[in-house]
């Protein structure tokens, strides 16, 4: 069973397309996260959701919306892409928002804007 | 503002020696926690321990070992009589006990080459 999954795997697109990338846990968590790793490997936070409220938005573009449906899914959305949204998108979540609590990340999504 | 250093970006070894990662961290809170996550070739983060900075004790896991020195700031993590089943990048992670939601600072990571 797989425990954190997104879809799509792999997403290549054109610049200034609309693109979405779906998350799903299936752990009964009640925090999810959406994490960039460039590349370069560094990997950074976006947004984190609490039981479908906003809790983290590291200053990230306004191209970029979560949206969250229900406490198991995370979805996020891409507008008006750019070259520089080439990058791996991983989802992650975690038992509750506490600092505490470790994190599960899903497999990722190979963004690549042409 | 809380930051992780890994200095080494890449280490190459021959199976069966041990490897060192070294991890330094930068936190101006007393409570935090520190984690370690490995990323395999195959691309998933698979997370490997926590530690509190209540808890200065060593863990060892199998050939896995972590040395948490508040002193100097430090989380390292040793993998000892390495495999090539080891190679991957590997990265040191903070999360501050005051930060808003479960923030996660990682570390640039190290890339771990095991060569049989």
């Known amino acids: 069973d797989t425990a954190v999954s997104q879809t799509p795997k792999y997403l290549v697109t054109q610049m200034g397309n609309d693109k979405s990338i779906k998350c799903e846990q299936n752990l009964g968590h009640d925090t999810m996260y959406w994490y960039k790793q460039d590349s370069k490997k560094f990997l950074k936070i976006m947004f984190s959701?609490?039981?479908?409220?906003?809790?983290i938005n590291e200053t990230v573009p306004n191209r970029f919306s979560p949206k969250s449906p229900d406490k198991a899914h995370l979805n996020l959305h891409i507008n008006s892409l750019e070259l520089g949204d080439s990058a791996v998108y991983f989802c992650?979540?975690?038992?509750?928002?506490?600092?505490?609590?470790?994190?599960?990340f899903g497999p990722g999504t190979r963004l690549t804007v042409l | 503002a809380q930051k992780v250093t890994q200095a080494q970006t890449e280490i190459s070894v021959v199976e069966k020696e041990d490897v060192t990662l070294d991890c330094v961290y930068e936190?101006?809170?007393?409570?935090?926690?520190l984690f370690w996550y490995k990323q395999p070739p195959s691309g998933e983060l698979v997370f490997l321990i926590r530690?509190?900075?209540?808890?200065?004790q060593n863990e060892i896991s199998g050939r896995y070992s972590w040395n948490f020195q508040k002193s100097t700031s430090s989380f390292n993590f040793t993998i000892t009589a390495s495999q090539v089943v080891d190679s991957a990048v590997y990265f040191c992670?903070?999360?501050?006990?005051?930060?808003?939601?479960?923030?996660?600072?990682f570390g640039g990571g190290t890339r771990v080459l095991v060569k049989p």
């Open positions: 959701y609490n039981n479908k409220e906003l809790i």
């Open positions: 530690r509190n900075s209540f808890d200065e």
């Open positions: 992650a979540s975690s038992q509750e928002q506490s600092s505490y609590n470790e994190q599960f």
């Open positions: 992670a903070l999360s501050e006990a005051s930060a808003a939601g479960n923030k996660l600072t």
């Open positions: 936190t101006r809170d007393t409570t935090y926690y």
